[in-house]
Each structure stands twice: as C-alpha cells, then as structure tokens.
C-alpha cells in the first residue's frame, strides 16, 4: 500500500521521502519515484525509535524541502490468539502500529506547526471501530491510533490550526503482510473478503493530500 501511494505521488512529480527498514523494497521503491517523474529519497530508519523518526524527517527537509503532507502507514501484527501471543509480540507490533504513527506525527507537527500549514495523514484501519478474533494486537494498536488522532484533532481545532488531519479507515486490502507477519495459526492467514488492491488506497491517499477531511 506505500508502495502504491509513493507512485501516486510520484506521478505528480512529488519530493518524497520514504521511511522504513532498510529494506530492498525501500531502495527500489525510491528508485520508483525518480522513474516516475517525480525525487525519491530512501532513509533507512526503525519507526518504533523517536529518535531514528525524528533524524529522517530531519533529513527530508534538509533534502528535499519543508513537508507539505506526512502519511503514517507502518505496521506490524501478529496472527493467534490472546494466549498463544507473547508479551514481546504485543510489544514489537504495538511500538510498531501505533507508537510509530505516533512518533511520525510528532516529527511532523515539529516542522509543520510553525508553519501553520501542512497535512497529515493516518492509515487507520476498519478494525479500529470493529475488533476481530486472532487480531488482537494490530486491534488494540489502531484503536488507539484512532483515539490518539481524535484528541489530536481537537487540540487543532482549538487552535485554530491550518494543520489538516486525516485518517484513512481501510478494509480488507491485498497486501504482503498476510505472507511476511508473525503467525501463531495452523493455516495461512488471508484478508476477509471483499479484498480491494492497495492502488484504490493510494487514491484515497493522494485525495486526502489534496482535499483533507476528517476521515475517509
């Protein structure tokens, strides 16, 4: 789904710079954006570390100009049950969803709100108004993504902000994630059906880039 989203943005010759494990996938996806028409910028970083978040962010702007727009879209779960979860487990995909949307949004607002101008957007989850079985760490961790940007969004509605604040509310999506995560089940997990492909999400994205409302 990042991955789509950065061609959608590159498409419009877009400045993008992508935070993530230093991955494969990072380097060619920034590789993407230049062939695309637009500037890519690959930073290596863990988002579960503020620190590491921060310096990327810093980088970006030295780089590649202030941030308009900042989409938080890391995520890591675990598939099982309560008791066959670890302690660790909950903490690694908590740190993960929801701490690093929450360390990405703070590196945002460091530079946006002085500006008092800027965009940033969430990639919430349909799981974060309806819990599932067998999701309940990638649950907890988008519920409290969902609270976390409602109270958020109140503080910049008492402001008076010109900060927008948008989250994306996703259905099923095809995505790596069923192949790569953590899994405690006897079978494969897969997406509950319907499944949409992850370019409808970076429509959705690139929309709410251009006109922000409070959830899509």
Known sequence: MGR???????????????????????????REVDELGGRGLAIPADVADANQVEAAAAQI???????AVWVNNAMATIFGRVTDVTPEEYKRATEVTYLGTVYGTMAALRRMLPRNAGKIIQAGSALAYRSIPLQAAYCGAKHAIRGFTDSLRAEL????????????????????????????????????????????????????????????
Not at 11 to 27: C, F, M, P, S, Y
Not at 61 to 67: A, C, F, Y
Not at 179 to 203: L, Y
């Open 4 to 30: 789509a989203t950065v061609r959608a943005f590159a498409r419009e010759g877009a400045r993008v710079g992508l935070i993530a494990r230093d991955t494969e996938g990072l380097h060619v996806a920034a």
């Open 61 to 67: 702007e030295n780089e590649l100009g202030p941030v």
């Open 157 to 216: 509605i008492h402001t008076k902000s010109g900060i927008a604040l948008t989250m994306i509310d996703l259905p099923a999506v095809n995505t790596p994630q069923f192949d790569w995560a953590r899994t405690h089940m006897p079978r494969q997990p897969r997406p509950v059906p319907p499944v949409v492909q992850p370019e409808v999400i970076a429509e959705h994205i690139f929309r709410a880039a251009l006109r922000p409302q409070r959830e899509y």
